[in-house]
């Protein structure tokens, strides 16, 4: 009877106590400013014959590119240290709308976030900043320097954010397997077409991917034969019961056909079947796989073995520095890391970031690190759409859960609030920040 109105309590409790610990952060900062500008000896900048000392981040979507916005922010002017982000990819990934953006058309570009906006204005080292951006991808992780794959650099690092997440190998709708924005936009619209296209689609998985591309493309078109095929008894089964009916529910209203308890085991493109692990065959002209991501930590697995769990993510300490005592300036967030958070999400791998940049800003100071993550509830919000103009947003935990049924009115769904918050005017896009930087791809 109590449950709800406990879990709001503790939410609004989680809440405060995260904006106060930023303003603890915030205004620890701001003194440093304050005595640094007061101090007659201090000079305006680190030496310039002394040479850099590198924090190295490793991938740059939103767990990285969130570590290395915090860092910068935090640098002192006189800080001999900079900041190196190692991304391949020329443009953010805006993951949440690429279900969508496999079946709607027109709306691909938006996908695509120019990066840079969501850096302190200034903080890229083009604009004489503390920020270096290499558009490469790391090939080695030694215990302190990194070798990148298209330059063959060895970069020198005296602390590391391992943000490599999960799905690099993953196509289409869970990630774009492109580097190149150009390229991903010919893979989307090459997705859209087949959808189109499609008499007989048959979609592989029921967790969010499969069930929101499959709900589009019936809503869409409401003629084609859409079948979801899923191996667990529920669709979203990582989700609370409540969720998984309303997903359910909204399947079935859609005409969907749904095989739960079986895997599909082979695609006969002759035959124009999907072939099921229970012999069971189903028609289809086009199959679509939105079975589960792999966590990329093959990088650390290289480096320290025993820091990769059974699932292949990496180990974390509370405080995020991987579970290697031999190497404490090696921290981990995101997607890729072992933190025992039920959902991993954007909020998740924010929240990790920042106790990743924390950390760091403290360890460059010579202190201990003293931030740590502690997986919440109220981070595994979620919203799933269930056709073009239909979505529910579910959170909990595992006792209790909330559900909000909402209308969707915008086909591009949120793309233009992330491009916002990542500091990008929706939706121009004119490869200035591709300008400022090194590529080595
Ligand atoms: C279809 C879909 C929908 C989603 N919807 C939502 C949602 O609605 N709400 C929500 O909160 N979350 C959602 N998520 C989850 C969210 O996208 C992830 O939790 C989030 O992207 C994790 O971020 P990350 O930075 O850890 O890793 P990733 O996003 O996986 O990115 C890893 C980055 O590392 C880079 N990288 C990898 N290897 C290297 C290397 N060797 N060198 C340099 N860089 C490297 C990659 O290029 C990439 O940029 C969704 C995910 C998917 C797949």
Redesign the pocket.
């Known amino acids: 009877m109590f449950e709800k109105p406990l879990l709001v309590i503790n939410g609004i409790g989680f809440g405060l106590s995260t904006i106060l610990s930023l303003l603890r952060h915030s205004l620890s900062f701001r003194l440093k400013l304050l005595r640094h500008f007061m101090s007659p000896s201090s000079p305006s900048s680190s030496s310039s014959s002394e040479k850099p000392r590198n924090i190295v981040i490793?991938?740059?979507?939103?767990?990285?590119y969130t570590a290395a916005r915090t860092i910068a922010q935090y640098l002192l002017p006189n800080s001999p240290y900079r900041v190196v982000v190692?991304?391949?990819?020329d443009h953010f990934h805006f993951?949440?709308v690429?279900?969508r953006f496999c079946v709607a058309e027109g709306h691909e570009h938006k996908a695509f976030i120019p990066y840079g906006g969501y850096l302190p204005p200034g903080s890229l080292e083009a604009d004489g900043g503390k920020v270096a951006w290499i558009r490469d991808?790391?090939a080695r992780i030694e215990r302190d320097a990194v070798t990148l794959e298209g330059s063959g650099e060895h970069i020198p690092y005296e602390f590391l954010v391992v943000?490599?997440?999960?799905?690099?190998t993953d196509s289409l709708?869970?990630?774009v397997p492109a580097s190149d924005k150009e390229e991903g936009l010919a893979l989307l619209r090459h997705m859209q077409r087949r959808i189109k296209e499609a008499k007989d689609l048959v979609v592989v998985g029921g967790g969010?991917?499969g069930v929101e591309l499959a709900t589009d493309a019936k809503s869409k078109y409401p003629e084609k034969n859409v079948t979801l095929v899923h191996s667990r008894s529920a669709v979203m089964h990582r989700f609370g019961p409540r969720l998984q009916a309303a997903a359910l529910d909204g399947i079935k209203e859609l005409g969907i056909e749904v095989v739960m308890g079986d895997r599909v085991v082979n695609e006969d493109k002759e035959k124009g079947v999907a072939v099921l692990k229970s012999g069971k065959e189903i028609v289809c002209d086009f199959l679509v796989n939105c079975t589960g991501?792999r966590p990329?930590s093959k990088?650390i697995a290289e480096l320290s073995p025993s820091s990769i769990s059974e699932s292949s993510h990496i180990l974390t300490k509370p405080t995020l520095q991987i579970q290697d005592d031999s190497l404490p300036n090696i921290y981990v967030c995101?997607?890729?890391s072992e933190t025992n958070t039920t959902h991993?999400?954007?909020?998740s791998?924010m929240r990790q970031a920042m106790v990743c940049a924390f950390n760091v800003l403290a360890g460059i100071e010579g202190k201990k690190p003293k931030d740590v993550y502690e997986p919440h509830w109220l981070d595994g919000v979620?919203?799933l759409t269930l056709g073009l103009d239909k979505s529910v947003s579910n959170v909990g935990d595992e006792k209790t859960e909330f559900l909000f049924p909402t209308k969707e009115r915008k086909e591009e769904l949120m793309a233009a609030g992330a491009w916002h918050k990542l500091g990008a005017k929706p939706f121009e896009d004119d490869g200035s920040f591709l300008s400022k930087i090194k590529s080595k791809m």
Not at 86 to 89: A, D, F, I, N, T
Not at 163 to 168: I, K, L, W
């Open positions: 490793v991938g740059a979507s939103i767990a990285g190692v991304e391949p990819r993951t949440w690429l279900p991808r790391v943000a490599t997440g999960s799905g690099a709708p869970s990630r969010a991917a991501q990329d990088l995101g997607d890729v991993p999400n954007t909020r791998a979620i919203k």
